[in-house]
């Protein structure tokens, strides 16, 4: 077992969204994994969430990643 755990690496100034705690962070505190980010500003972090959505919807309507001629129907495109 090591005596020291990896800590994550970030820089004083760059903010981030942590998923599982859902909070704002600065350094960032918590894996990769579980963080959007980095961000310039804390009040750019706290809308993550927000900015997320707004982009989801963008894609599900952006009428490039919905081509009728190759959608099979059944949830997979062909290739």
């Not at 959007?36 to 993550?48: I, K, V």
């Amino acid at each position: 077992m090591p005596l020291f755990k990896k800590r994550t690496v970030g820089k004083p100034g760059e903010w981030y969204y942590c998923l599982e705690h859902q909070k704002v962070e600065e350094g960032p505190d918590c894996p990769n994994k579980d963080r959007f980010g980095p961000y310039t500003s804390r009040a750019e972090a706290e809308h993550a969430m927000a900015t997320a959505r707004e982009r989801n919807l963008q894609w599900e309507n952006d009428p490039r990643w919905h081509d009728a001629d190759t959608d099979t129907g059944d949830g997979d495109r062909d290739r």
